[in-house]
């Protein structure tokens, strides 16, 4: 294991996620504890005291976020995880939600109690099918049991919670596009200010917290959290679920403490590439991070800080290994296809912006490309860098960017020769995978 | 829909009062897995029975990807085609997957019983390459084991 583990600190089971073994493991005693010991502003103050960053991509310390709630505003307050997972290469919060799903009702429990809230939600996402049925089975496991619902725990604390399922779009992952759904409308994300934590869902102040984030929340309350602080990186509390995929070895979920090296995550811990290949590059969290390539990655170290030196972030924790002779013009043209797809359609850079990108580099790919064509993608992607609602165009553009910035090469010799420099595939081949 | 009036009152409970709209989704999803799309008149009654505007459910029926307003095949394909599935081998699949139903990407085989998707991420990139039928993921695909899941599936 790289580092710590905080939260795949047990053996996945056939019953690992049911509440009978979760209250072996020790579950919800942290919750009386909670309830049972302390005030709502004590909880708040142990959750900035850890420190803990944000883990859907934006890294915002959750204990400030929190801070914004006024307990005494008179207003109902509303709490919800984010569980759109949808960032491509990210499938770490599914893990939670498959295999300690009350770990996460837990964690909203006391969330809940820190920020008053009546009401909470889970907004998870439509295609999460085992997911969304273990969570749902989960939170009435929790019922039955008076850990949700009126007098949890005997204690005068009540609140219920809500899965709200999803119907299939990327842009309701960004918190105001998430809350626009759970009112029952097209996920438009909205302008700040005003805050969500001033006006978020039907115009109260609302908590919206990756899930990830949130189910931190019963270890930090459990050790404390000037004690959580002290694990990980100086600056990036704790641990990351890292999801990894692509050209690697043994893909899937690991816990990663921060500041642990990156290249023996991606080389010891993960077998390293596929098939003897060398490595070209990764995508460290999510195809909205720069890619960062083999030699930049030999001295970084898993955590914000050391990721931001390199010019890139943690981002979502999803991970991708590309091989040696990947070809990184489909590469970015699969991407692109993506945010184009994805794009609500709200605002004029990104709805218009994502398909000019789009038909440039189905253009170079099928050999039309001109010169000029490189330098329209960057002036595209400058164009919607801050001037769009949401991240999304900004993010489209980070990827193009990053990918041209490093593998200029490989684009400008398409569009000279009308084909790939390497053989144009993305996959390594199956001869080849099976020789290794 | 009027038949599953009694369920929604049911989920409508869950919800704290002022959330009417909220159950668009919820309803919608509900109405979806019994009918397998979302009808003319099930816009009709949900309206009626949500009072909210006609426009409102138009405007999400038409933003979100997995709501359909015309039926599909018997068995919905859906293959993933973001970057970790197409590294490990969407592509090919794919294309395997329409040559074996005879059918192009977004189309039904003659005899109703299948239509192909192509989907961005699911959050399976770890298993890659998957597909999914109707609700269910089958995970680190290949063109064999594709074969064996589509024969299964009468």
Known sequence: ?436 | MKHLIPEFEKIKRRYPAGFESSLLLPCLHRIQEDRGFVADEDIDGLCEWLGVPRMQVEEVLSYYTMLRREPVGRYHVQVCRNVSCSMRGAERLIGHVCKRLGVGVGETTGDGRFTVSTVECLGSCGTAPVLVVNEAYHENMDAAKTDTLLEGLK
Not at chain 1, 383 to 412: Q, S, W
């Open chain 1, 1 to 436: 294991m790289p580092g710590r583990a905080l939260l795949m600190d047990f053996p996945v089971t056939a019953t690992s996620h049911l509440l009978a073994d979760y209250r072996a493991r020790g579950g919800y005693a942290t919750l009386r504890k909670v309830l049972t010991s302390m005030k709502p502003e004590q909880v708040t103050k142990e959750v900035t005291a850890s420190g803990i960053l944000g883990h859907g991509g934006a890294a915002f310390p959750a204990g400030r976020k929190w801070q914004v709630i006024h307990l005494d505003d008179g207003q109902p307050h509303y709490l919800c995880a984010n569980a759109d997972e949808g960032e491509p290469g990210t499938f770490k919060d599914r893990w939670i939600l498959e295999n300690a799903p009350h770990r996460l009702v837990e964690s909203m429990a006391i969330a809940g109690y820190a920020l008053q809230v009546r009401h909470a939600f889970v907004y998870i996402r439509g295609e999460f099918d085992l997911p969304y049925r273990r969570l749902q089975a989960a939170v009435d496991e929790a019922y039955d049991a008076g850990l949700l619902g009126e007098r949890i725990l005997d204690t005068d604390f009540a609140m219920d919670l809500v899965v709200y399922r999803g119907a299939g779009s990327y842009v309701c992952g960004e918190a105001s596009g998430l809350l626009a759904s759970i009112e029952g409308r097209k996920g438009y994300p909205r302008n700040r200010p005003p805050r969500l934590t001033v006006k978020g869902l039907f115009k109260r102040p609302t908590v919206v917290n990756n899930v990830e984030t949130l189910a931190n929340l019963t270890t930090i309350l459990a050790m404390g959290g000037e004690a959580f602080k002290q694990i990980g990186a100086p600056k990036s509390p704790g641990t990351q679920l890292v999801s990894i995929s692509g050209h690697v070895s043994k893909p899937g979920v690991y816990e990663v403490e921060y500041g642990y090296p990156v290249a023996k995550f991606i080389y010891d811990d993960c077998g390293g590439v596929l098939a003897g290949r060398k490595l070209k590059c990764i995508v460290p969290g999510g195809i909205s991070t720069k890619v960062l390539t083999a030699a930049e990655i030999e001295t970084v170290t898993y955590d914000h800080a050391s990721f931001t030196k390199a010019g890139s972030g943690v981002g979502s924790g999803g991970m991708i290994v590309i091989a040696e002779g990947t070809c990184m013009v489909r590469l970015l043209q699969v991407m692109i296809r993506f945010y184009h797809h994805e794009s609500c359609g709200q605002c004029t850079p990104c709805r218009d912006g994502m398909g000019w990108m789009h038909k440039l580099i189905d253009g170079i790919v099928a050999g039309r490309g001109q010169s000029g064509d490189l330098e329209r993608m960057e002036l595209i992607a400058k164009a919607n860098d801050g001037t769009t609602i949401c991240g999304m165009g900004d993010a489209c553009g980070y990827a193009v960017v990053g990918i041209l910035a490093k593998y200029r090469d490989e684009f400008e010799y398409w569009i000279v020769h009308g084909r790939s420099k390497f053989d144009g595939r993305l996959e390594v081949d199956a001869a080849e995978l099976a020789h290794a």
